[in-house]
Nanobody
Framework: QVQLVESGGGSVQAGGSLTLSCSAS?????????MAWFRQAPGKEREAVAG????????YYADSVKGRFTISLDNAVNTLFLQMNTLKPEDAVMYYC?????????????????WGQGTQVSVAS
């Protein structure tokens, strides 16, 4: 059983920064071997933002956020972070944390087993 709880969302001016956090509680550590951030705008499909493979520390990013967002993981406290810089109005959506024991393609929603409830990001232009 895995519980993912996101926090850190809020409102910011365009060009500003926010850091999202995802606290993971897992009975089986393997359940959080692969973690990622997704986001979803109303009426649109959920899209992958960034992913990380816990053991290797390998990170992946969507083209739309490369150079602006940074994903990281604090293994000591099982907390996933997403540092978001130079925020744009189009980044203003709901962000979700996801995890799974093994994911072949980091950007495929269906490969993740566990999901958080989401945290909202607003960006004022």
């Amino acid at each position: 059983q895995v519980q993912l709880v996101e926090s850190g969302g809020g409102s910011v001016q365009a060009g500003g920064s926010l850091t999202l956090s995802c606290s993971a509680s897992a009975n089986t550590p393997a359940s959080i071997n692969r973690m990622a951030w997704f986001r979803q705008a109303p009426g649109k499909e959920r899209e992958a933002v960034a992913g990380i493979y816990r053991r290797a520390g390998t990170t992946y990013y969507a083209d739309s956020v490369k150079g602006r967002f940074t994903i990281s993981l604090d293994n000591a406290v099982n907390t996933l972070f997403l540092q978001m810089n130079t925020l744009k109005p189009e980044d203003a959506v709901m962000y979700y944390c996801a995890s799974g024991p093994w994911v072949g393609h980091w950007d495929r929603e269906g490969e993740y087993t566990y999901w958080g409830q989401g945290t909202q990001v607003s960006v004022a232009s």
